[in-house]
Nanobody, 114 residues
Framework: QVQLVESGGGSVQAGGSLRLSCAAS????????MGWYRQAPGKQRDLVAD???????NYADSVKGRFTISRDNAKNTVYLQMNNLKPEDTAVYYC????????WGQGTQVTVSS
């Protein structure tokens, strides 16, 4: 069982920045990959970025060059630094951990106004 607690969402104007955090209840070395997904109203949940245990990263085309995913192994935490935010980034952001099963956080709202 892996519990994930997200934080760092909020409201910001276009061009601003936010950093999301996802703290895992177990060592992230036990997790094969962690990622951030987002879901806007009426749309499906899509991958934003993920990072493997070895540190390999993957990004959605829409966020490349603006978002950065990273991990702090000592804190069992994964971060998503979001810069140059756009109104189309508005969504609920979810953290996911792959550890034999997919575990999800509760979600954190990000709202970007124009």
């Amino acid at each position: 069982q892996v519990q994930l607690v997200e934080s760092g969402g909020g409201s910001v104007q276009a061009g601003g920045s936010l950093r999301l955090s996802c703290a895992a209840s177990t060592s992230i070395f036990r997790i094969s990959a962690m990622g951030w997904y987002r879901q806007a109203p009426g749309k499906q949940r899509d991958l934003v970025a993920d990072i493997t245990k070895s540190g390999r990263t993957n990004y959605a085309d829409s966020v490349k060059g603006r978002f950065t995913i990273s991990r702090d192994n000592a804190k069992n935490t994964v971060y998503l630094q979001m810069n140059n935010l756009k109104p189309e980034d508005t969504a609920v952001y979810y953290c996911k951990a792959e550890a034999g099963y997919n575990y999800w956080g509760q979600g954190t709202q990000v709202t970007v106004s124009s």
